[in-house]
């Protein structure tokens, strides 16, 4: 399926390939060839690669100046997909493919060093996929200098989003461009979020929303979905200034149209990755047509996107109605956004974004918000219900916070306690939510660690390998958040092991140009769940034998809980564990 999205991709980016219908019958043919193919080029990629296997520092510079990066074999079409299927590691498991992100690409960098080359069809360019990591973040800094005006995006793959934006010609996808649209809306967007104190301005209402909906968790079978909630609720809180208790599941607790948008949007996000390589999706959309599959995906994305749409005009007519606004209102996102480009507007400016730039801009915030954060937030519940001391430590830091501060969750947030820094800032180094944080094609000939990659090349930054590196990083695989307290930071000064400190490798949300304009907002946010829920809540497995937390790789790499336990410690969650059933009726409440 990767092999067919590639090509679809390279039928639209490729003037040597400008008629698609006729690339369609080609990925025709190579949908029923390639399995065969596969499975011989597999077997022989298994006995090439166990006889090229050697180790190679993921800091050392290349040994020839200006060489070619190495990496993987790349064949037309299949790129290295064989390669990765049956690919042993150090300790005798293997890697079956590329969906095993936490593992694959870390024996990529182990393998070849810090850059070297894969092809990935569907991701890299050319007729092999060609795409090349580099895992050096002080390398990687030479590719955001070398990006252009309009840089490059890995939303530019979205292209079943473009071909629904573009269809039913919505403002919105002018943001999945590389123009001067692009450009203009971006930095409307983000200058009422994205900046340090406008995002720290949202904090009062992150805060107060977060207070109420950690309370639901028990609520939930599944962490991930409540999670995922959470987030829908902590995003629109900000945005709109208005409650849409998508994590509270009791009958009525929420509008039936804000419960159709979380379940639309949710739906968008799960169906995306798969359209994407989805063959009938891809034939049938080159011909102008839809399949069921994207079918279900336009009415989806179309749901999702209508309701935010509307509840962002409706605060428009309101403003423009000179109707007083709720004090949540007031601070909301939306709010800012109007006032900030208005003021522009009235004021002669040429960039000030128009209503329906505001639109659009608001509205995929709302849509986006959930994913990378909700991502975040599971992953640090899974390693606290696996680690109580931890757990103890962190609630003892937010308690003593909280006293400080009056009870104020906004203000312990806004203070970036250390120890609850430290286990988020060890949750990405050890299961990041996105290992391939940022992708950027370069506009000119560079230079990264010896290796010559030449303009027009598509470069990914890979944050995992070098950060569960053993000559970096002491017991890799244990979950110690005290590596980054002020003390162990202080010590690795002046040594390697410093390289782990790199701003680049801190977090999931890109650089550059198209960092995610709502990054700092959603830090804000996962500080909020996780100090809320370990306040209230004593949480640990229902099954304390089960050993390792599985993943699912969609638009991120997310882990499938396990059931959770909940031992209530405040009156609020006492109050919420009383009122339900024996069992919970989700996440099991201990007495």
């Not at 639109?359 to 986006?368: I, N, Q, T, Y």
């Not at 931890?390 to 830091?397: A, D, G, M, P, S």
């Not at 390792?548 to 410690?569: D, G, S």
Request: glycine share 6%.
């Amino acid at each position: 399926p990767q092999v067919l999205h590639w090509s679809h991709l390279c039928a639209n980016r490729h003037k040597d390939l400008a008629d698609l219908q006729s690339a369609s019958l080609a990925v025709l043919f190579f949908r029923w060839a390639m399995p065969t193919a596969c499975r011989i080029l597999s077997r022989r990629a298994t006995a090439v690669v166990s006889r090229t296997r050697h180790k190679s520092s993921i800091i050392a510079p290349a040994s020839s100046p200006s060489a070619p990066p190495p990496g993987f074999p790349r064949l037309p079409l299949l790129g290295s997909l064989p390669w990765f299927s049956n690919l042993s590691l150090p300790d005798g498991s293997s890697v079956q493919s590329l969906d095993e992100q936490h593992e694959s690409w870390a024996e990529g960098t182990r393998r070849h060093g810090p850059v070297w080359r894969v092809g990935i069809p569907g991701l890299g360019k050319g007729i092999s996929g060609d795409l090349t990591l580099c895992a050096d973040p002080r390398e990687f800094v030479k590719v955001l200098q070398a990006e252009g005006k309009y840089p490059y995006g890995a939303i530019q793959l979205q292209w079943p989003f473009i071909v629904w934006a573009t269809k039913h010609g919505r403002t919105v996808g002018k943001l999945f461009t590389r123009s001067e649209d692009w450009r203009h809306i971006r930095h409307g967007m983000q200058k009422s979020i994205l900046p340090p104190a406008a995002a720290a301005g949202y904090a009062a209402i992150i805060g107060t929303t977060g207070r109420e909906v950690v309370l639901n968790a028990p609520l939930w079978d599944d962490a991930g979905s409540f999670m995922s909630r959470a987030s829908f609720d902590l995003f629109a809180g900000l945005a709109l200034g208005r409650r849409i208790r998508a994590s509270d599941p009791r009958p009525g607790a929420s509008l039936p149209e804000d419960e159709r948008f979380c379940v639309d949007t949710i739906e968008a996000l799960d169906l995306l990755p798969d359209v994407i390589q989805d063959l009938p999706s891809i034939a049938m959309s080159s011909l102008g047509l839809e399949s069921p599959m994207m079918k279900r995906y336009f009415r989806a994305v179309s749901g999702a996107l209508d309701y935010a749409e509307a509840q962002v005009r409706e605060m428009l007519a309101r403003l423009d109605a000179a109707e007083p606004l709720s004090t949540a209102e007031e601070a909301s996102y939306l709010a800012s956004t109007v006032r900030t480009q208005r003021a522009a507007a009235a004021a002669g400016a040429a960039d000030a974004l128009t209503d329906d730039e505001i639109v659009a801009s608001v509205s995929v915030a709302l849509v986006a918000s959930v994913d990378t954060t909700s991502s975040i937030a599971t992953w640090v519940l899974a390693h606290l219900a696996r680690e109580p001391e931890v757990q103890q430590r962190l609630r003892e830091e937010v308690a003593a916070a909280l006293q400080q501060h009056a009870g104020s969750l906004a203000a312990v947030i806004e203070e970036e306690l250390p120890y609850l820094k430290a286990v988020v800032r060890e949750t990405h180094r050890l299961t990041p939510a996105l290992v391939i944080s940022s992708v950027k094609e370069v506009d000119a000939d560079i230079d990264l660690a010896g290796h010559r990659i030449p303009a027009g090349s598509l470069v990914a930054l890979e944050n995992h390998s070098l950060q569960m590196s053993e000559a970096l990083v002491e017991q890799p695989r244990a979950f110690r958040p005290e590596r980054w307290l002020a003390g162990a930071v202080a010590e690795r000064k002046g040594t390697p092991a410093e390289l782990i400190d790199h701003p680049l490798l801190s977090a999931p949300f890109s650089a550059g140009a198209r960092k995610c304009p709502g990054s700092r907002v959603a830090t804000l946010e996962v500080r909020a769940l996780i100090a809320g829920l370990v306040h209230n809540w004593r949480i640990g497995l229902v099954d304390e034998r089960q050993a390792t937390v599985p993943y699912r790789c969609q638009t991120t790499i997310a882990p499938t809980m396990p059931r959770l336990r909940y031992e209530p410690l405040t009156e609020e969650s006492r109050a919420v564990a009383e009122g339900l059933p024996p069992r919970g009726g989700g996440g099991v409440c201990a007495p």
